[in-house]
């Protein structure tokens, strides 16, 4: 059926679904069949080619917006419903840097070129001599020097210059990734202060490179309760082994900072004493004199992954800044921003100065190998 309609006469209630209320002008001498009347309301670029028509429907060069597409307007059929970026990740906590501001200390180098670092050292006197008669004893003062290789921490980017001008997720590109890239310097930071670098030979707080001393093999697997009472049997007695060390050479009335991976923080905590008020952590707690407590498995990584059978434990004994026993020498932050003119590209990068240097080995004790097993 064909319909012949007036000008401006409003067509209504033809069972078009949401436009009821919406009149529809046709100009003189047109005619349309129903179909032809509905296509007009549901194709947006329907063109009855007559420039005088002001019907309310888009021309074709305007864009229109499907609700079932997936390609351009993603907005049509999805909705962004938070303002912020979420992390896929989780950084294990960066402990070194609060270690050095407790009992180490933080020497500043600068980025002058220099790759070797010195550091004076006075060593003991001769005992002095005891009896009826004085007599010569002559001891000598003899000095000496610590030296230490000072490497660098590192990380560059390069872009298009397009690309250095585009956001990412509405942010500026250059200061997003800056943050990101400083935060992986910090943990580079904790994996080199802690082992230390087999490629640049520097040794850290905790390996087998180490100049700190080692504690030796655990005497048994740390999960280990002999007496059926809650007391963690092994863990007590290598614990006590080790302060032994300390109070042996004159350390026993230092605060005794300790950092160890996840596993043991967990064993210890979660095992509570049966005859009395407690568990092995406040045991612990009590046994270091107040010492802080730090938990990262960044203590090993990424060498050795940390898991329930792989586990180390570091102890320090606390000193002032000016008897420090370790220290950190680090750098400032550098940054370059290079143009890269004839490929149109720009690079970008940060650096620091970093490496741990341990001048007393009697304050620093470590033990690794540990395994959380029962039996």
């Known amino acids: ?39 007009m309301y549901y194709n947006p670029v329907f063109d009855i080619q007559d420039p005088g ?22 907005e049509d059929w999805q909705q962004i419903v938070r303002n912020v970026i979420a992390r896929s990740f989780r950084d294990q906590p960066r402990v070194i840097r609060q270690l050095a501001a407790l009992g180490g200390n933080t020497l ?40 230490q290789k000072m490497p660098q921490i590192f990380q560059t980017a390069t872009m298009t210059v397009d690309d250095w001008k585009q956001t990412a997720a509405g942010m500026d590109r250059w200061a997003l990734l800056n943050g990101e890239i400083v935060r992986k310097i910090q943990n580079e930071e904790d994996y080199v202060g802690f082992q230390g670098s087999t490629k640049e030979n520097t040794s850290g707080l905790i390996g ?9 093999d655990p005497t048994g697997a740390w999960g280990v309760d002999s007496g059926s009472n809650g007391h963690l049997t092994n863990f007590q007695i290598d614990m006590k082994a080790a302060i032994d060390e300390f109070v042996a050479n004159g350390l026993g009335d230092k605060k005794i900072d300790v950092v160890m991976t996840s596993y043991i923080y967990t064993l210890i905590r979660n095992k509570i004493f049966f005859n009395r008020s407690g568990d092995n952590l406040t045991w612990f707690q009590n046994l270091i004199n107040g010492g802080e407590i730090f938990v990262t498995n960044n203590l090993q990584a990424p060498k050795t992954a940390v898991s329930s059978t792989a586990n180390s434990i570091l102890m320090i004994a606390r000193e002032p800044g000016t008897m420090q026993n370790w220290c950190i020498i680090s750098s400032e ?13 720009i690079t970008y990068g940060l650096r620091e100065k970093f490496v741990i240097k341990v001048l007393n080995a009697d304050y620093v004790r470590w033990m690794d190998g540990i395994s959380n097993a029962t039996s």
């Open 333 to 345: 932050m550098d940054q370059q921003m290079v143009d890269n003119h004839p490929l149109w590209n």
């Open 108 to 147: 500043q180098s600068s980025l002058d070129g220099s790759k070797l670092m010195r550091i004076g050292k006075l060593n003991d006197i001769d005992r002095p001599g005891y009896g009826m008669v004085p007599r010569e004893t002559h001891t000598a003062l003899s000095l000496g020097e610590i030296t």
């Open 1 to 39: 059926m064909a319909l012949s309609l007036n000008p401006n006469y409003p067509i209504m209630g033809l069972g078009l679904a949401n436009h009821w209320d919406a009149p529809l002008s046709i100009p003189q001498g047109v005619t349309l069949d129903l179909d032809s009347i509905a296509a």
């Open 208 to 216: 087998a490179a180490a100049e700190a001393s080692d504690l030796g």
């Open 53 to 74: 028509l002001d019907s309310g429907f888009l021309e074709i060069g305007e864009l229109g917006r499907d609700a079932t597409s997936g390609v351009v307007f993603r």
